[in-house]
């Protein structure tokens, strides 16, 4: 769907393009219109899914009465209105413009990465530009390397898509244009940060000027295989290719007119279990380790048919099914279904990008799931939307969109989501219950003992008023607090009472999906069998367990991503060892292939019965997502009781915020040779006050029995008494890091 569809007044019109009439609604612009009903209108610069640039004028179209050509991708089309597409003028004037922008272009196109995918290349042989009649005088543009991409300014042809792509949609707001007549260049400024994010710029370039640094010079396009996929990293799932040759993935790219990747998506691909034989040994210890086991163990890390797989052969065997982060979102859930009277949120990221409003609670955004904190960027780029971050500590990423940080102290999510309520829902048509709930709230008390003053509340109820379309995100904060029950309860209020557009963001991997399909259990007991979590027997996918298993690009199957949709993964790499299928196979179950699964999915929790091979994996025309499909929302049962507050639990001194960088969230992104983070703890000059520690430090804690060993760094932009601390660099054991995200620190020092 386009972007500007928010602004369609749903009145009917009729065109004539080309002598064939279409019917379509106002507000739509003759390009789109054109699209929808399959009319090709030449384009360079534009960009189905941010605002129309209009710097090419290829779109240019004639309509009659009204006098030249006018851009079609900014002209809202007019009832009645009579287009023509293409005649001799306008293909006169379209051969004009491309003889423009070949003045001077390198013909570089052997060596030329984007060779074989160019826009540039193609128009240049669909106008029929056989000659160049005028030059102008060439200037000196070294190529430059920005990291994650090289920028070669020589090859640009200033469309503006990649500044586009980095203000509307990923929001590093690194590129600028530097205006100069032909000297015209694109900018970094903001070349030491060196943003993944970039890599989606790079995407949008219809010519070789910004291309993956890593990949230059090493495929030609049309020497790749495009493998259909789906992220499996933060739980966007987002649509994505593997590029592929002779068993090596080269790069990832995606279907970039109408969908985004993040910087791990697009460059934590290189993750696969290679040279794995099948150990016959291993795998018959690994049958009798599951009919040993009292309990099996699940990462996120884990497709919707492996999560059946492990589902069934509890329901065989009897053994307890463990998966902390699953098991946690999954309480969450059905605690906030008892309000609503459905399994899953109503949210979506496409109405949290219209929204006029957007409030992000119990999440660090940017970092937890990109995808979601893009949707928020471009409802503050294209709607002004405000956006109100709360969280015990403030990121200077997002400082650019939000317009009000609301600072609560730790352990406190209880508190201020009752102060939330009482500021935002006293208008609304409340049950009695509620209501008596909300007149009850001692808000000084919350208050004072949240560290929200009253008065930002104030504010955030006053910036509101007058608006609608409201968001609210929340996220992995608030899943494994004590008190995650009546939190859930108390934000699907905004979802049930006030309309607001609710996403609980999934913890990352594929927690949704196991929260659905698994019957989940809160203890491991006896002896245990760990899916990509270490235990007493453990298949790993990273090569390092006592059975090797596949990794997420070495197997078909499906993932339940944030917008509730169901999608396919394909394999991008072979893969020669066991798989979970001949475990269950061994054990008494009947598949030939995991994918015979698929179409098993419970339909009872929102899964449809449809074949893994029949599944849709496509956009239209105009960006439609015909990707796998949607969950349906079943009915629960509604039980609207609300607890009292419990008084709150006050964290004194240094705390540790378990929180990984932003292109990180796995041992399987820290294996990728692309994205090399330094895994240290991370603190303010405060911080180290506090707890007496200097930058380069080495110090040592234990957070949920997984013992860390880290280097102490100070972040002079960071405010406050808590620390940073990833557990990507943790191997499979990370995944055992899931209790609430904030932890008093209790460390020793270490030698250094």
């Known amino acids: 769907m386009s972007v500007h569809n928010s602004m369609n007044t749903g009145k009917e019109i009729t065109v004539t393009i080309n002598g064939k009439e279409f019917k379509s609604t106002f507000g739509k612009t003759i390009l789109e219109i054109a699209r929808e009903n399959d009319i090709y209108v030449p384009t360079m610069c534009y960009l189905t899914k941010v605002l129309p640039i209009g710097s090419c004028r290829m779109c240019v179209v004639e309509v009659e009465g009204v006098e030249g050509m006018i851009l079609s991708c900014q002209e809202k089309a007019t009832d009645g209105a009579v287009i023509t597409t293409d005649n001799d003028a306008l293909y006169e004037e379209r051969q004009s413009i491309m003889k423009l922008y070949n003045v001077n272009h390198p013909l570089e196109c052997g060596v030329c990465d984007k060779s074989g995918e160019c826009d540039l290349q193609n128009k240049t042989m669909e106008f029929n530009l056989e000659a160049q009649d005028f030059t102008a005088r060439d200037q000196n543009r070294p190529v430059e390397n920005w990291g994650h991409v090289s920028y070669d300014p020589a090859l640009c042809i200033m469309c503006e898509k990649c500044v586009r792509v980095s203000t509307e949609i990923t929001g590093d707001e690194a590129l600028k244009i530097k205006f100069g007549g032909y000297g015209s260049t694109i900018i970094n400024t903001k070349k030491e940060k060196n943003y993944a994010s970039l890599g989606e710029a790079a995407a949008v370039c219809p010519v070789g000027a910004l291309v993956s640094t890593k990949f230059k010079y090493t495929a030609n396009a049309w020497e790749l295989t495009k493998i259909p996929s789906a992220c499996p990293h933060c739980g966007g799932g987002c649509q994505m290719y593997y590029e592929v040759k002779n068993d090596r993935i080269y790069r990832v790219t995606n279907e970039f007119e109408f969908t985004n990747l993040c910087g791990a998506g697009r460059f934590g691909f290189d993750y696969a279990n290679e040279g794995v034989t099948k150990d016959k040994e291993a795998f018959a210890k690994a049958v009798d380790a599951f009919k040993k086991a009292g309990t099996v163990l699940l990462s996120n890390q884990t497709s919707n048919e492996e999560a059946l797989i492990v589902q069934k052969l509890k329901e065989k065997l009897g053994f307890k099914l463990v998966s902390p982060a699953a098991r946690a979102y999954q309480k969450f859930m059905q605690a906030y279904g008892s309000i609503t009277g459905k399994h899953i949120y109503g949210g979506t990221l496409k109405a949290i990008s219209e929204s006029k409003a957007v409030i ?13 904190k893009y949707h928020i960027n471009m409802a503050s780029k294209w709607h002004q939307a405000r956006v109100a971050y709360m969280h015990p500590l403030e990121d200077k990423e997002i400082q650019n969109i939000v317009t009000q940080f609301i600072k609560y102290e730790v352990g406190s999510e209880e508190g201020v989501a009752a102060l939330l309520t009482a500021a935002l829902l006293a208008e609304a048509d409340l049950p009695k219950s509620v209501k008596l709930f909300m007149d009850d709230l001692d808000i000084g008390y919350l208050s004072a003992e949240t560290n929200v003053g009253e008065e930002e509340l104030e504010a955030l109820e006053k910036s509101l008023r007058k608006k609608s379309g409201f968001s609210l995100v929340v996220g992995s904060d608030l899943y494994a607090h004590p008190r995650a029950e009546q939190i859930a309860k108390l934000l699907a209020l905004f ?9 609980c963001v999934p913890p990352a991997g594929n927690a949704m999906g196991l929260s659905l399909i698994c019957d989940l259990d809160d203890e491991a007991e006896g002896s245990t069998v760990g ?24 197997q078909e199957g499906t ?6 949709r169901v999608v396919p993964m394909n394999v991008a790499l072979p893969y020669g060892g066991y798989v979970l299928n001949d475990i269950a196979n061994a054990l008494g179950l009947d598949a030939e292939y995991t994918i015979g699964y698929t179409e098993e999915l419970p339909e009872e929790k929102g899964f449809e019965a449809i074949e893994f091979d029949a599944l849709p994996d496509y956009f239209d025309s105009v960006g439609n997502e015909h990707r796998g499909y949607l969950l349906k929302a079943k009915k629960v049962s509604v039980s609207r009781i609300l607890e009292e507050v419990e008084e709150l639990e006050g ?3 240094a705390v540790v915020y378990s929180c990984n960088p932003t292109e990180q969230f796995s041992a399987f992104t820290a294996k990728s040779s692309l994205l090399e983070d330094e895994a240290v703890l991370l603190g303010s000059q405060q911080f180290a006050m506090a707890t007496k520690l200097k930058d380069g430090d080495r110090i040592r804690f234990t957070i949920d029995g997984v013992n860390f060993d880290r280097l102490f760094r100070i972040d002079t932009t960071m405010k406050g008494t808590i620390a940073l601390n990833p557990t990507f660099d943790m191997g499979l054991s990370g995944a055992l890091v899931s209790s609430y995200r904030f932890k008093r620190l209790d460390f020793e020092r270490a030698g250094n």
Do not use: C, H, W
């Open 360 to 372: 992000v609670f119990g999440s660090r955004i940017n970092d937890d799931t990109p995808t979601v």
């Open 651 to 653: 964290y004194d001194g």
């Open 531 to 554: 899916y990509n979590i270490p235990a007493d027997f453990t298949l790993s996918a990273l090569g390092d367990g006592d059975l090797d298993m596949p990794a997420m690009n070495q």
């Open 559 to 564: 993932i339940t991503t944030v917008d509730k």
């Open 495 to 503: 979802e049930q009472y006030a309309g607001f557009n609710v996403v």
